[in-house]
């Protein structure tokens, strides 16, 4: 399994890490108040440990479970220690305001920003940010989307997602982050004005899922 490192300390740091251990995975909690980090890793249990973002974060998986307009600055503040590793951000950039739409312009996401200030060795994805943390808290198998340049890197995201008890459903190289993160504003406006809940996902069905 992977080592992964989580930069955050919210719901879904925490959701995504108590699956990434279950999953055979080590887990490392990353964030600017070291004893919430060190409280998160004891809540998840499972051998996680905790760093301060004073340190460099060590695993080959980096998730970046922090706000959208915090993503590029925490990559720029690692620098040249994200080399190789694989960044997986899972940020949405909701503006559920009468007309809608995201924070970035239309023609880039967070993640395409993020690979442009990352070095040319670390492989950058964007995953989960069609998923809610309520969600995630179930342990459910259920579609999680993501999108990245294919190769070994991309093989070893989809491992990673089931090793979470995921289905891996690959959505295209990196510049379809912007579709993926269109609809993370799509589940959200579901969630609050539509479905009027939190309890659902995002699936892909084939014809012979639907007894076609």
Do not use: C
Request: charged share 20%; proline share 3%.
């Amino acid at each position: 399994m992977a080592s992964i490192s989580i930069i955050g300390l919210g719901n879904m740091a925490k959701v995504l890490g108590a699956r990434a251990i279950a999953g055979g995975n080590t887990v490392e909690f990353v964030g600017r108040d070291a004893d919430k980090a060190s409280a998160l890793a004891r809540t998840v249990g499972g051998g996680s440990t905790s760093v301060s973002m004073d340190a460099a974060p060590s695993g080959d998986i980096v998730i970046l479970a922090v706000p959208w307009e915090s993503a590029v600055p925490v990559v720029q503040q690692y620098g040249a220690a994200l080399d190789a590793k694989i960044i997986i951000d899972i940020s949405n950039t909701f503006d559920l305001s009468e007309y809608g739409g995201r924070h970035v312009p239309a023609d880039t996401s967070v993640a395409q920003e993020i690979a442009e200030v990352a070095g040319e060795t670390a492989q950058v994805f964007k995953a989960f940010n069609t998923i809610f943390g309520t969600v995630f808290s179930r342990n459910e198998q259920v579609d999680a989307l993501f999108a990245g340049n294919d190769g070994r890197a991309k093989e070893e995201v989809a491992a990673f997602i089931k090793s979470l008890g995921l289905r891996p459903v690959y959505a295209g190289p990196l510049v379809m982050a912007r579709a993926l993160e269109e609809a993370g504003l799509l589940v959200m406006g579901l969630g609050r004005w539509g479905e009027k809940n939190y309890e659902f996902s995002l699936a892909v069905r084939k014809r012979s899922d639907a007894g076609v």
